[in-house]
């Protein structure tokens, strides 16, 4: 099996994890501030010293503009350095895909969420499949009000996650079929088995030109001093 390097910078969340013969053998991963652009490169420098890779996977957004720069230009390095084939995995897809993994009775729907700010969230439709999991509904920017999913609660559970999830409880829980589940953290390692398949079937991205998907244009915001105008 493959070693595999997985790279997840789309949240606050900074995560890495070494993949080897199909399971997660090493993890690093933090939340306080600044931590991609200040703990990513120690994380990959203690994971894969002396090891041998065969491909680095990292998500693909949505998500932080400047998380999903760093983790993808990290990624880019690593296979320009090493001559590696460069993955990528959509983050939400990635999220449902580790909530199944590890609630392996569960069979209902899962709806990952990542704070957009305000009442949006980037949010995606996942159902279980014999071959792990299939999308119902590609990503999309939703902005959160009544009655918004009621089309996928009215057929069953569904379950929210991310960092996301939180925001909408007030609005999404009166439904009988929300569910919740606090306890869920994003991960690198929830893009294993997804990144595996795309291995195996040389599903590869071009290193030169690959960018993250952002969803939504990054607005720079003007800095503000106080006691200078413009001229």
């Keep these: 099996m493959s070693k595999i ?40 420098k203690e994971l894969i010293d002396g090891v041998k890779l065969d491909a680095v996977c990292v998500s693909a957004g949505p ?57 949006e969230c980037y949010t995606m439709i996942v159902q279980r499949s014999e071959v792990g999991v299939q999308r119902l509904r590609d990503t999309q920017a939703d902005v959160i009000v009544p009655g918004i999913y009621d089309e996928w609660l009215d057929k069953g559970e569904v379950t929210f996650i991310g960092d996301g999830a939180e925001k909408t409880r007030d609005i999404l829980s009166a439904h009988s079929n929300a569910r919740y589940d606090d306890s869920f953290r994003i991960s690198a390692e929830g893009m294993l088995p997804l990144a595996e398949t795309k291995l195996a079937k040389g599903e590869v991205e071009d290193v030169a030109y690959f960018e993250p998907f952002y969803l939504k244009d990054f607005v720079a915001k003007k800095s503000v001093v106080h006691g200078l105008r413009e001229s």
């Design 63 to 119: 998500g932080s503009y400047t998380g999903l720069r760093i983790g993808v230009s990290s990624a880019k390095g690593l296979c320009y350095g090493l001559g590696i084939p460069l993955l990528s995995v959509p983050t939400l897809l990635g999220m449902a895909s580790h909530y199944y993994r590890q609630h392996p009775d569960y069979r209902g729907l899962v709806c990952p969420m990542i704070d957009a700010r305000r009442m």
């Design 5 to 44: 390097l997985l790279i997840e910078t789309a949240t606050s969340v900074c995560s890495v994890a070494l993949a080897e013969e199909g399971r997660v053998v090493a993890r690093r991963e933090s939340d306080a501030p600044n931590a991609h652009s200040t703990q990513l490169p120690l994380f990959i």
